[in-house]
């Protein structure tokens, strides 16, 4: 029985170096055919990394052959369901540019701009990639607007731009948090400057507020006036655009103590009570006109 036993593993062996070889001996000969035939059935059976290895060295028997770009096509996959993205990025990206009106062109773009997605970074890292891959992104869909991947794509797109928005909003919230107000003032600022529509916009506007508060209440008595207006005009920026918000109640608190420490620095009237006067002041003026109207009226 033990005799038996070490001659089935002796022979089992023997088997999987008969198959090493016949698949190595295969991959280093020039029969195209052969090998053409082989790679489809190691890609049909998922063995995707034989496959592109076969692929691979077929590609240099069938370039300028009829067979040329579905070998370069399928070599892109096989490393693609290998998920060897690096690899199948630039088959496809070097597939498109040799053979742009192929059949397999407008998926192999996609494929690419897939691997170019699935190799960006966390918003916390280098965004290069992110980039790169939105741009890749974007000719995809203004090239093929048709195209059944649109769904995909417009949410790749939305999850690249949303991790841009965080990036930079992370990169002005650390001056906030290491207390450098006035640096965050304008980080926040600049924020919003370069995308208005960052999805962290009422945050940003809250700490925009918040900034130019604390800076104005630690800095020197003689500069704490203006400082405090500036901090009143972020408020107001903010309660214009954002009335319902659920900072309104803690910003109002703020402005209260704003206007309290401005009354300390002789400043008697706030923008309010400014608003009010002006509203005051044109209500006079047009009971005026019309008292005035009227005496002509009855003059007449």
């Given amino acids: 029985m033990k005799i038996r036993n070490i001659?089935?593993?002796?022979?089992?062996?023997a088997a999987m170096s008969s198959c090493k070889s016949q698949y190595e001996l295969l991959l280093n000969s020039n029969d195209a055919d052969a090998k053409y035939k082989a790679a489809f059935e190691y890609f049909n059976n998922k063995k995707y990394s034989?496959?592109?290895?076969?692929?691979e060295s077929l590609s240099v028997l069938t370039d300028g052959t009829e067979r040329d770009d579905t070998v370069r096509y399928y070599w892109g996959l096989s490393n693609y369901n290998f998920k060897d993205y690096y690899t199948a990025e630039t088959n496809f990206e070097q597939f498109v540019e040799s053979y742009p009106r192929s059949p397999f062109a407008e998926e192999a773009r996609f494929l690419r701009l897939d691997c170019l997605y699935?190799?960006?970074?966390?918003y916390e890292l280098d965004q290069t990639p992110t980039y790169k891959a939105l741009g890749a992104i974007s000719e995809y869909v203004l090239e093929y607007p048709k195209s059944g991947n649109m769904v995909v794509c417009h949410?790749?797109?939305?999850?690249?731009?949303?991790?841009?928005?965080?990036?930079?909003?992370?990169?002005?919230?650390?001056?906030?948090?290491?207390?450098?107000?006035?640096?965050?003032?304008?980080?926040?600022?600049?924020?919003?400057?370069?995308?208005?529509?960052?999805?962290?916009?009422?945050?940003?506007?809250?700490?925009?507020?918040?900034?130019s508060y604390k800076?104005?209440?630690?800095s020197v008595p003689q500069k704490?006036?203006?400082?405090?207006?500036?901090?009143?005009?972020?408020?107001?920026?903010?309660?214009?655009?954002?009335?319902?918000?659920?900072?309104?109640k803690e910003l109002d608190a703020v402005y209260a103590r704003a206007q309290k420490a401005l009354g300390k620095h002789g400043v008697?009237?706030?923008?309010?009570?400014?608003?009010?006067?002006?509203?005051?002041?044109e209500r006079a003026k047009l009971q005026k006109e019309a008292k005035k109207a009227g005496s002509e009226k009855v003059e007449k």
């Fill in 7 to 13: 001659i089935l593993a002796i022979l089992a062996v």
């Fill in 50 to 55: 034989k496959a592109a290895s076969l692929f």
């Fill in 118 to 122: 699935r190799s960006t970074l966390r």
């Fill in 155 to 211: 949410e790749m797109l939305t999850d690249l731009n949303e991790r841009l928005d965080r990036k930079a909003y992370e990169a002005a919230k650390l001056y906030y948090k290491m207390e450098e107000y006035l640096s965050a003032r304008v980080a926040f600022k600049n924020v919003l400057k370069d995308d208005a529509e960052n999805i962290y916009r009422e945050d940003i506007l809250y700490y925009i507020a918040m900034s």
């Fill in 215 to 218: 800076y104005a209440s630690l």
């Fill in 224 to 248: 704490q006036k203006e400082r405090y207006l500036a901090f009143i005009d972020d408020y107001f920026n903010f309660i214009g655009e954002l009335p319902e918000s659920h900072y309104r």
């Fill in 268 to 281: 008697g009237d706030s923008q309010e009570d400014m608003k009010d006067k002006h509203f005051a002041k």
